[in-house]
């Protein structure tokens, strides 16, 4: 049995951004960063995250840029591109589940 979920806690880099499928279900995609390691080490992490249904619908004017939250959901395939100066870059890529927001009194309100 294979087990695929993912916990990330970051911030929102941009404000999110909803549409609609042919079906009419509604997606929300926003996008989260989070650092990895330390010092001259240090990296920014970016995580494509896609949010779906009513839930997704009431909580998109919620997702502004800077807010922190944290995400549970569904790993999905790495994406792969080539970034402007020709070198490799990778992105990962999330179906949330679950989200809270941190770091304010919204914390504890978990949608």
């Given at each position: ?26 997606v929300v995609n926003f ?81």
């Amino acid at each position: 049995m294979s087990y695929n979920k993912l916990v990330i806690e970051g911030r929102l880099g941009k404000d999110a951004e909803m549409r609609y499928l042919d079906t009419g279900k509604a997606v929300v995609n926003f996008s989260i960063a989070y650092d990895h390691g330390y010092g001259d080490k240090k990296e920014t992490v970016w995580v494509e995250c896609s949010m779906f249904g009513e839930r997704a619908e009431k909580l998109t004017q919620f997702l502004t840029k800077g807010k922190s939250v944290l995400v549970d959901g569904k790993l999905s395939p790495v994406n792969t591109y080539t970034k402007k100066d020709g070198t490799a870059g990778a992105s990962l890529r999330m179906t949330v589940n679950e989200l809270a927001f941190t770091g304010s009194k919204q914390a504890e309100e978990v949608f």
